[in-house]
């Protein structure tokens, strides 16, 4: 009898494990491709919103809150947003801030957005990966060149 409960609690802890995994999983695609999309990636969120749908019912399943599921999804979100490159740059930012930002952003994006491809190819496929790594680079060279060509620089 005590072997069937602890199998039982076992497969409970292993069931649970499993399904806040794939909430975090979720949540690193979900961002990942909000980043992607941001930087003019072809992004395709139905297989997103598919997948949420998904980790939603299982969590409710196993009798887990809304309350709860939302707070998990957003918890693994916010701790994702940390990979990408920071979007909002101060009002007072300076010109090198920028000029930074437009170099952290093309030497990141290309891997996030790849490594997305490879991951959740329903979500970015290999040519618009490709397209969007090329529209990146030219749109980033494009924003340097300006920067280059600001009054007051040389």
């Excluded at 961002?31 to 999309?37: D, L, P, Q, R």
């Excluded at 957003?74 to 990408?84: A, F, K, P, Q, Y």
């Amino acid at each position: 009898m005590l072997a069937v409960l602890v199998t039982i609690a076992a497969m409970q802890l292993g069931e649970q494990g499993a399904l806040l995994s794939d909430i975090d999983r979720f949540g690193r695609l979900f961002i990942v491709s909000s980043g992607c999309a941001r930087m003019g990636y072809e992004v395709n969120f139905d297989p997103l919103h598919d997948m949420q749908g998904r980790v939603e019912s299982r969590a409710s399943e196993a009798g887990m809150p809304e309350t709860e599921i939302s707070r998990l999804i957003n918890e693994s979100i916010v701790r994702h947003e940390t990979d990408l490159p920071p979007r909002n740059l101060p009002e007072d930012a300076s010109p090198s801030q920028f000029e930074q930002s437009f170099r952290d952003a093309k030497k990141a994006y290309p891997l996030l957005c790849s490594q997305l491809a490879r991951e959740a190819p329903e979500v970015l496929t290999s040519e618009d990966l490709k397209s969007g790594d090329a529209q990146l680079i030219e749109r980033m060279s494009f924003f340097e060149n300006l920067s280059a060509r600001a009054p007051g620089r040389q």
